[in-house]
């Protein structure tokens, strides 16, 4: 039982390019979330999904967008990457909506 | 406005020196606060879930308690290990997205 897994663990990016930041989880959850996190904030909400199929806006949104065509995957995809974009991401799932989020470890993204 | 204010934002104790950390919020109608740890170059680690005013949770040197305005992370006798950023969470009602995260405590516990 792996839990969240996120690739990669790190990355760099040029100014434009585009990346999908990769999230699967294994305890069937249902719910699962893209965070950011910027030093001395709070984790702030980029979407979430309810199931596979339906995905929603947090709210961070712009800049990026997911798919979750099956319950164990939800990727994150952004396009023409920007230095406002540089961040830590967590990916995290939970089974109810009021249980204890399950995060991955993170990928450190750098935009050059 | 719904906000979660945590303090101090970095705390630095001696081993064995107790002390605790707070989680303020202003939520109408809590449906939960969530505590996590979270270590370096690591996603957060849940702690403790409390739903209602007056309820505690404990788990070695941790006590979390629950209040209607806030809550509190008390760590006894904290040692080394206990360093990392603590942060609290706080799920309101209005939907699946209404968990909000507070910036967090960094702790640094010195031998």
């Known amino acids: 039982n792996a839990g969240v897994t996120q690739t990669p663990k790190f990355r760099i990016l040029k100014i434009g390019q585009s990346m999908t930041l990769q999230c699967a989880q294994d305890m069937n959850h249902n719910y699962m979330y893209w965070y950011r996190q910027d030093p001395g904030m709070g984790l702030k909400l980029i979407y979430y999904?309810?199931?596979?199929?339906?995905?929603d806006k947090g709210e961070v949104p712009n800049g990026y967008n997911v798919s979750r065509s099956t319950t164990e995957y939800f990727p994150l995809r952004l396009e023409l990457a920007a230095p406002s974009q540089t961040s830590v991401y967590f990916c995290?799932?939970?089974?109810?909506?009021?249980?204890?989020?399950?995060f991955g470890n993170g990928t450190r993204l750098t935009v050059t | 406005e719904d906000q979660v204010t945590q303090s101090p934002e970095a705390l630095r104790l001696q081993e064995g020196e107790s002390s605790s950390l707070n989680c303020s919020y202003t939520v109408s109608g809590l449906r939960g606060l969530f505590w996590y740890r979270q270590d370096p170059g690591k996603g957060p680690e849940f702690l403790f879930t409390?739903?209602?005013a007056g309820e505690e949770k404990e788990k070695e040197r941790l006590k979390a308690t629950l209040t209607k305005k806030e809550s509190f992370l008390h760590i006894t006798a904290p040692k080394p290990e206990d360093s990392a950023t603590y942060l609290c969470?706080?799920?309101?009602?209005?939907?699946?997205?209404?968990?909000?995260f507070g910036a967090g405590t960094r702790l640094a516990v010195h031998p």
């Open positions: 995290a799932s939970r089974g109810q909506d009021n249980s204890p989020l399950h």
């Open positions: 999904s309810v199931g596979a199929g339906i995905t």
């Open positions: 409390l739903y209602s």
């Open positions: 969470a706080v799920q309101a009602p209005g939907g699946y997205n209404k968990l909000i």
